[in-house]
């Protein structure tokens, strides 16, 4: 019989301990200092996203801004369409939204929860509530060490997370481990004129992104305003691709965001200006506020130094041409991603070190890698827990000896 240890309790090591679970000859541990799927609850703000409607599994792979073609072999196993028939098979329906984000009938992440541990229970995987300090192979054996006591073991799955623990491990074990860096967060802006519009957010919205004078990326999604910057889906991936970029204060990261829809300067400038003629008579914030929620047209009109209280008929051609510029491309300077905020991490075990069709590290025989402890990491929308699963799937398949 071989022992199994799951090192982590979060989506990745749960799905990872129940497919090696199904190999009677396994016995299997999963190790947390914690609560088992404790991580799980606050996804998809307590709703639990739990995957993204793309079966297409190289097109789901572009969600990831690092791991993308690591996650060909991956996804070809456990794919959406998997994702969605083990769950079924484990009474959690589900649905998909007009967005393709996937939810469970119910939008509680507890019932996922219960459902992941329902299957932990019939399996007799063994839960130790302990903290992994050091884990060492000896004589063809992992000697893992907990906070607690000591105890040798087979194999070891490491699915502690992106936090850093998991990476400490795989270090001492010989692993390369790429950088850590926060991903998926809100920015903080260098600009604070726009503070009064907190909470007011802009579906549709294209930026076009610029580090040191050079076009990093053009990305499109909802944006929403903060005290100390900008948020919202949009940011988050505007942070994720530019994770590894070292913007500051003095070396800013220039955001240029179209707010109407990605129409350009001149298309938006003559809409405007006809709406100006229709609405000679009215206040210039009022014919702006058509196009832009109004708080937020009152802060783009302080930005282009325009009177809102003008009348449309008697704005000049620089002030609409400035508002026109605000609306079209109205520029940020972010100075830092917002600490401690972070959804998920960049960085990890370098993928160069680990096999795709088992999740098995090359250095050391018996070591597994799952989940977000990997240099793999999705856009919002599913795309992280999909990791989880289907690398968890990946692991916990061969070693139940089914690859």
Known sequence: MAEICITGGGPAGVM?????????ENKVYIYDKGIILNTLLPTGGGRCNLAFGEYNFKELAKFYPRGEKFLYSVFSRFSTADTLEFFEKIGVKTYTQEDLRIFPVTDCAKDVKQALLKQLDKK?????????????????????????????????????GGRGTGQRLAKGLGHNIVELRPALSSLITREKDFAQVSGISVKNVTAQVFFENKKVKTLTGDLLFTHTGISGPLVYKISSYCAYLDFCKDNPLKIELNLVGGRDFAEFDAVFLNALKNNAQKETLNVLADFVPKNLALAILCRACTDPKTRAGQLSGVSRKAVSKC????TFNAVSLTRGEEIVTAGGVDLKEIESKTMESKLVKGLYFCGEVIDVDGLTGGFNLQNCWSTGFVAGCALRGVV
């Open 16 to 24: 990872a301990a129940i497919f090696a679970a199904q190999n009677p």
């Open 124 to 160: 007799n995987i063994k839960k130790v509530f302990e903290k992994i300090v050091d884990i060492k192979k000896e004589n063809e054996k992992f000697v893992v060490k907990t906070d607690k006591n000591t105890r040798e073991f087979d194999s070891v799955v490491v699915a502690t």
């Open 327 to 330: 609306v079209s491309a109205l």
